[in-house]
């Protein structure tokens, strides 16, 4: 007797989303949170926009007597919340985020595992001096929430924790948008802070930190910029790239963070997404041949499925 039994449920998205005036192009609104642009909200000419965005992807499978071979069960599960509130007052704009990401696999052979895992608050609050240029302030908080460990090493190894470690940014700067898709803000000081709240004595010298150490101060330059357009009917291109030049270790080392996400609308339910995500932390030393450099981090996502909107 042989069987396979595989069920995929590639996306399932729920968005609630409540705003106060309602936007000039509803499609592009909804596109756009999907692709992780709450940060850059233009949607709305006054007052207070408010959402919730739940992205929920899970997928299944099992094997009996399969003579091709394959793991007698997976599964696999990936989840995505943003919440927003954005508000535009005359010449204030503010806008906050929090996004978390969550994901995890378990197969036979290999047992349970984490693949993703992210917690990030954002706020950017701007002082237009002109419709294209204002003074700005941002404060970002990043972290994880679960431990994460390297699997091939026996025992395994932990990696990281729940705020082990964690960033805080705060940057002073100017902010210019050139056109309605494109901004920049930018500052030659930006204080940063790493943070290993938990499991220092394992963890403090993997993210550059003195032996024990929980906290470490960085002062240097900061630039952000934001590219979201309609590059096509229905085709969105969003990109955020964010540098970091360390003052006080290696400022010709450029700390990078770059994230895209390319989305396609077939229709009011069936949506294509595709991101990448690039980082690159000269002070996470856990590469190289003896696990003591720095090294740049790729991660890719793809997903087909619903949306839906209520």
């Known amino acids: 007797m042989k069987y396979i039994l595989s069920i995929t449920i590639s996306l399932i998205c729920l968005q609630v989303h409540a705003q106060h005036h309602a936007p000039k192009h509803q499609h592009q609104q909804q596109m756009m949170m999907i692709q992780h642009n709450i940060k850059g909200d233009t949607s709305h000419a006054e007052g207070w926009a408010k959402g919730i965005l739940i992205n929920v992807g899970i997928s299944q499978g099992s ?18 919340v943003n919440l927003h509130a954005n508000l535009k007052d005359g010449r204030r704009k503010w806008f906050n985020s929090l996004d978390m990401y969550y994901g995890v696999f378990h197969t036979t052979s290999e047992g349970t595992r984490k693949n993703d895992d992210r917690f990030d608050l954002y706020s950017k609050y701007i002082w237009d001096f002109h419709e294209r240029f204002g003074v700005a ?38 902010d210019v948008e050139p056109t309605d898709y494109f901004s920049i803000f930018f500052t030659p000081i930006a ?15 993997k993210y550059n930190l003195n032996p024990g150490e929980t906290v470490r101060t960085d002062i240097g330059a900061y630039i952000s910029a934001n590219f979201s357009k309609e590059v096509a009917k229905k085709l969105f291109y969003n990109s955020r ?9 290696n400022p010709q080392n450029i700390d990078i963070n770059w994230t895209n996400m390319v989305g396609f609308k077939f229709n009011k339910l069936l949506t294509f997404t595709y991101g990448f995500d690039l980082i690159y932390d000269d002070d996470i030393r856990q590469f190289g041949p003896n696990g003591t450099s720095p090294g740049t981090q790729i991660k890719s996502t793809l997903n087909i499925g619903l949306t839906t909107k209520f």
């Open 63 to 80: 094997t009996s007597n399969w003579v091709a071979g394959g793991e007698k069960f997976s599964f696999s599960l990936s989840s995505y």
């Open 137 to 174: 302030a941002i404060t970002r908080f990043r972290t994880g929430l679960f431990p994460g460990y390297d699997y091939g090493k026996s025992p395994k190894e932990l990696l990281s924790g729940f705020l082990a470690p964690a960033y805080l940014t705060v940057a002073p700067g100017i």
């Open 191 to 205: 204080g940063r802070w790493v943070i290993i709240a938990n499991h220092a004595e394992q963890l403090s010298e």
């Open 241 to 249: 790239l964010d540098l970091y030049s360390n003052y006080l270790n």
